[in-house]
């Protein structure tokens, strides 16, 4: 008679319970999802009936053909949208927050966000759209206005410097206040674009810095989704090594782990959201620090396996309920969706922090 091995059954005792959590996020998230898809397809400030949805979704018919264009070429994107990019942003922070061992960390600290905003700025508050555009259209990048190749350009740029740094920097903590500074020095320069630019620049770029999942539509949704589903592949291929760098830089360098590779792949992989997120949609704050936290409230593990669908799926109702709160169903107006994940996440950074400061006076 054969005795096991203690140390496999630990491992499929682990990934036994590994299986268990992935599928009780699925059964926990999956309803909540599928009814905010619903509200989000059936809510907006152009009330629609629920017999004249049915006919839209199935058969693409309508008494009334406008409701048929605001379901088909607006709420449906407009959800899709809200799915991935929340899905993704939340994916992002996570990463941040283990790379950095920062609890209020997200894509936004590596300064990616503000070279994006960069290129916003430049192109709407001093230059001309015209040039910008037919140079895209020389590219064959017809599916992007000025604005989005200016952003992407932007984000790429600061991409590329915090790459060349990852190389010749050791600790993080350096790369996360360069990332700062980064976002600093942009942001001084657009105050003083800002300063001399016309009022009706400066108004559009504002409406812009509200954030819209309504901006891309299906145009541009194909571009941004494959970028964005690249994005969060690369982060679910990486839990591995995230799991070891928990334990510490030295900790993962003993069991053969590439430290310096794994930070060059996450923060481009990071780096590949915010820049395409702000583009698309313009700065969308907040989703990338609450969804981490919110994960791990739910899940009470720090394991990545788990962590990383339970975010995606958490950043995505996270998303697509600013969304629909966004809409204010039954009014003409629009509020400013950055106002809405600002309401839904400082509450949980303020937890986050009053938290942690706890745990460090016990």
């Not at 990048?141 to 600061?158: E, H, P, Q, R, Y």
């Not at 504002?206 to 941004?224: C, D, E, H, N």
């Not at 409230?297 to 669908?309: N, Q, R, Y």
Request: hydrophobic share 55%; with cysteine; aromatic share 8%.
């Amino acid at each position: 008679m054969s005795l096991s091995d203690p140390r496999q059954d630990a491992l499929i005792s682990r990934d036994y319970k590994k299986t268990r959590d992935i599928y009780f996020i699925f059964l926990l998230c999956a309803p909540i999802l599928v009814v905010l898809v619903l509200l989000g397809i059936a809510l907006g400030s152009v009330e629609i009936p629920i017999s004249e949805l049915n006919n839209i979704l199935l058969a693409h018919e309508s008494s009334n053909e406008a409701w048929n264009t605001i379901v088909w070429e607006i709420r449906i994107p407009r959800t899709i949208t809200a799915i991935i990019v929340g899905g993704s942003l939340g994916v992002a922070g996570l990463q941040m927050q283990t790379l950095f061992r920062n609890p209020v960390a997200d894509s936004s600290v590596l300064g990616v966000t503000a070279g994006a905003t960069w290129g916003v700025a430049l192109t709407v508050l001093i230059s001309n759209a015209a040039p910008a555009t037919e140079f895209a259209s020389s590219l064959g990048w017809g599916f992007t206005s000025a604005t989005t190749l200016n952003a992407i350009l932007g984000a790429a740029a600061v991409l590329l410097i915090i790459i060349l740094v990852a190389q010749r920097v050791r600790s993080v903590g350096v790369l996360l206040i360069i990332g700062l500074m980064i976002s600093y020095v942009l942001t001084s320069g657009i105050t003083l674009l800002i300063a001399y630019a016309e009022p009706e620049s400066i108004q559009r770029y504002i409406s812009w810095g509200f954030g819209s999942f309504r901006a891309p539509g299906w145009r541009g949704l194909t571009w941004a989704a494959p970028l964005l589903i690249l994005s969060s592949t690369i982060a679910m291929a990486s839990a591995k090594p995230l799991n070891a760098i928990l334990f510490g830089e030295d900790y993962a360098r003993s069991i053969g782990i590439n430290v310096r590779l794994v930070k060059i792949i996450t923060l481009t992989s990071a780096a590949i959201c915010a820049g395409t997120v702000t583009a698309c949609c313009g700065p969308i704050a907040f989703l990338g620090i609450a969804a981490p936290h919110i994960s791990r409230m739910i899940m009470k593990s720090s394991d990545h396996f788990v962590l990383i669908p339970a975010t995606i799926m958490t950043g995505a109702i996270i998303a697509l309920l600013s969304e629909i709160v966004a809409q204010f169903p039954g009014r003409d107006t629009v509020l400013p969706l950055n106002a809405i994940t600002a309401l839904i996440g400082a509450p949980i950074v303020i937890w986050v922090l009053i938290r942690y400061q706890k745990n460090e006076i016990a």
